[in-house]
């Protein structure tokens, strides 16, 4: 497969994410079967208790068995669909299957229940652990645990294939420790029978994108070889910490799964045996015909890696006795183990902070409070402090905008819209039926908007937002951006090369002349005439004629992409994207010099919001403020730490800011 065709998968898939969203419907707010009325209630003899977590099956319960006496864990979904059978069917057939596997290492199903529009799977209650959970608090696993828990983990998968199951899910929020030691599997909620033909059929996209294996990004049949890839990518995370790919973008993880290798794990931690890049990586092979064949194939190896493991290790589990010899031998060889320990660290403090002293990045990568920022008489703003905003929704926020000093809108995936006709101080869901990942969304002064997003979506509405019409076009795309320059004429960007232009206020679109196949995220205008679009592969195109027909220009890194790009009235540009890259033009984008910003993570936008002033945003919470172009930037003290994908400035002179789970900040 070429560059080209990988790269339509990859955005194909990255906007078309979700399978059948039906099957994902939380429990729907209006119900009377929400989730403060179901604690205490009793449904058959399942008599709710709490709840145990939230999840995009569901909505996970520990209910107590009032016949049998005992805990169980009960997941229920909304069934008010307006494919309500197929919906019922598709979710008894998953009952059906988990019920079919039996095995200490696999969850157990007990049965399944209906109560209104709610269908339930009753299922062991495990008291316990997620693999996700431990990392998050101790960083990663010692060796030792991570061939214990993973021998169990291949053999309740290795059983599950048996039967003909894949999970397709494989990842450390699906795998469970209880508390006598006990891997277990969870969720195989998305997994189908390989023997039933009419459910694995291509273009299935399910499963988590850092755990994804290449196979399922291209929309490639599942087999049992996909489950093996995620278990070799969440054995990487238990060792290393960090799942094999950790990258923010999504376009990133997955063409790092499609083309990259990752790092070896002996490179990034010191002491660990080369056998255990040689398990890890085999089951992380691209093809999947040179991984392992079954899991008990790498069940084999994880044995025979258990013997270059030193018994030095506390075992999680508190079993490491079982492996020891003698407490004098095991307590020799940890006290050499530790004093090599802090002469490898001694090094390894004194190399870090004699690179961080001579690079200046102690300096560069400063946090400052928003505050003294903008603190002093001549600062033309005059931010003081970053609001959480109450948007009542838990969706992901792709973008938003302002209208006017009291209208302004915010969308994001499945179809969620929401509005505020008071400046953003309070927002409203607009109920919208139709699933779209909504990407972007253009407000103007007089009340019409147009919305963008997956499957060559573009909306306009009139009358703030009252009445959305889908505005014919173009098929087979997937749109990231709409801009207009004036009133009539707009453009919007998109994978396969596209760039549409409208002379009329977005009624009719027309394609443009890109000469290029790779996505484009963003474009701007210096004037009516000379504007600049970016996207992957690093690329930067240009137009010289109101963009009816763009050029390249040069590409400043093929392994990066630019997802921004800003110009003021006077010519100063600025681009960001990936691993942190900051592009600046002072002479209307004919040069750019570049910036790589460590440790920051990639970078969702950048806009300025004056002539001098630029703010960016991107990942782990990050925001960057300018106050001369973009020579110079200060990295704000934000105490965010969730990934931000729009930011927009209103009339009032105050900066809102966008992102995952329905997040939303102001800062003014």
Request: net charge neutral; aromatic share 12%; glycine share 8%.
């Amino acid at each position: 497969m070429d560059s080209h065709r990988k790269q339509i998968f990859l955005i194909s898939f990255c906007m078309d994410k979700i399978l059948d969203n039906n099957f994902f419907i939380l429990i729907h707010k209006n119900l009377d079967y929400s989730m403060e009325n179901l604690i205490g209630k009793l449904i058959d003899n399942y008599r709710i208790v709490s709840v145990l977590g939230k999840g995009g099956m569901g909505i996970v319960y520990k209910a107590y068995d009032t016949k049998l006496d005992r805990y169980v864990a009960i997941k229920l979904l909304n069934a008010q669909t307006y494919e309500r059978d197929r919906f019922i069917e598709r979710f008894k057939r998953e009952a059906k299957n988990q019920a079919k596997l039996s095995h200490p290492n696999i969850v157990t199903v007990y049965g399944f229940i209906e109560y209104g529009e709610l269908l339930g799977i009753v299922m062991e209650y495990v008291e316990g652990e997620s693999l996700e959970k431990v990392i998050q608090r101790q960083g990663r696993f010692n060796l030792y645990d991570v061939i214990y828990i993973l021998k169990q983990a291949l053999l309740g998968l290795g059983y599950a294939h048996s039967k003909g199951f894949v999970h397709r899910d494989i990842k450390p929020s699906n795998i469970i420790l209880n508390k006598e030691g006990i891997t277990k599997i969870m969720d195989f909620g998305i997994s189908k029978s390989l023997f039933d033909k009419n459910m694995t059929k291509t273009g299935s996209k399910i499963g988590t994108v850092y755990y994804m294996s290449p196979e399922q990004i291209k929309s490639d049949d599942v087999t049992n070889r996909c489950d093996i890839y995620s278990i070799g990518c969440t054995a990487y995370e238990m060792i290393v910490g960090t799942p094999p790919f950790d990258f923010q973008s999504e376009y990133e993880v997955m063409d790092s799964h499609l083309k990259k290798s990752p790092p070896r794990i002996s490179s990034k931690l010191t002491g660990v045996p080369e056998q255990v890049d040689k398990v890890v990586l085999r089951a992380l092979e691209k093809n999947p015909n040179d991984r392992y064949n079954t899991c008990e194939e790498m069940f084999n190896d994880v044995q025979e890696l258990d013997k270059f493991v030193s018994k030095m290790y506390t075992s999680y589990f508190q079993k490491t006795k079982e492996r020891s010899t003698t407490y004098k031998t095991v307590s020799t060889v940890a006290f050499v183990a530790f004093v090599l320990f802090l002469i490898g660290l001694s090094y390894f403090v004194y190399k870090q902070v004699n690179v961080l002293i001579t690079s200046n990045k102690l300096d560069r990568l400063k946090k400052f409070s928003i505050q003294s920022l903008f603190s002093s008489e001549e600062n033309k703003f005059k931010f003081s402090k970053i609001d959480k905003v109450d948007t009542k929704v838990i969706g992901n926020l792709n973008s938003v905008a302002f209208a006017d000093a009291r209208l302004a809108a915010a969308v994001g995936d499945s179809g969620l819209i929401i509005q505020s006709y008071d400046g953003g101080l309070t927002w409203k869901q607009k109920e919208f039926n139709r699933k779209i990942n909504f990407s972007d969304i253009y407000c103007m002064s007089s009340g019409a908007s147009i919305i963008v997003g997956d499957s060559s979506t573009i909306y306009m509405g009139q009358s703030n937002l009252d009445s959305l019409k889908l505005v014919p076009t173009y098929s087979g795309y997937t749109f990231f951006r709409v801009k207009f320059i004036d009133n009539e004429t707009g453009f919007i960007t998109g994978n396969k090369g596209v760039i549409l232009k409208t002379e009329n206020g977005g009624y009719s679109w027309k394609k443009m002349i890109t000469n290029t196949k790779d996505l484009i995220f963003d474009l701007a205008f210096i004037d009516s005439k000379h504007g600049f679009a970016v996207g992957w592969n690093g690329m930067i195109l240009e137009s010289k004629n109101g963009g009816e027909s763009w050029s390249k220009t040069e590409n400043h890194s093929q392994d990066n992409y630019f997802k921004s790009i800003d110009f003021t009235d006077t010519g100063y540009g600025l681009i960001v994207g990936g691993d942190g890259t900051i592009l600046r033009s002072t002479d209307h984008g004919q040069h750019w010099e570049e910036t790589k910003i460590t440790d920051i993570g990639g970078l969702q936008k950048v806009i300025f919001i004056s002539n001098d002033y630029a703010v960016l945003i991107g990942s782990k919470g990050t925001i960057m403020v300018s106050k001369d172009k973009g020579e110079n930037w200060d990295l704000v003290d934000s105490q965010l730490y969730s990934n931000m994908n729009d930011i927009d400035i209103n009339p009032d002179g105050h900066l809102y800011l966008v992102g995952v789970n329905g997040m939303m900040f102001k800062i003014q």
